[in-house]
């Protein structure tokens, strides 16, 4: 997307990734949004994670992991682009790339192929 600053490109793209984590119907979809740094990835868009979800009869939040387990068995969770080794080897339905400009080359060949 090109939007300017907080013209709600984070709520968007979190919401998008929650829709389709509750509509996908294969068994246990995961979904990940993914910033440059994890402390990045909680700062923007946990609490939107959070709020969207928590109205959601058997939604499981889990503050320590930042992921939302949903009751048909999917998945939402935040990861930072810091750490390209957490990413290796993660097999994901779908993910949302924040700020990849920003992210290290290493970082960019890490992030799971959807």
């Known amino acids: 997307m090109v ?17 389709a984590a509750l509509r ?23 609490v939107y994670l959070k709020d969207m979800t928590r109205d959601i009869p058997g939604v499981e939040i889990n503050e320590t992991e930042l992921r939302v387990d949903l009751p048909n ?3 939402v969770r935040l990861y930072g682009a810091d750490n390209p080794d957490r990413l290796r080897g993660l097999f994901l339905d779908g993910c949302v790339l924040d700020e990849f400009g920003d992210m290290t080359p290493g970082a960019r060949r890490s992030v799971p192929r959807v």
């Open 73 to 75: 068995g999917g998945r």
């Open 24 to 46: 996908l119907k294969k068994p246990n979809p995961r979904f990940a949004y993914i910033a440059p740094y994890f402390s990045q990835a909680k700062d923007v868009a946990w």
């Open 3 to 19: 939007c300017h600053r907080r013209a709600g490109k984070t709520v968007a793209c979190v919401a998008d990734l929650v829709d």
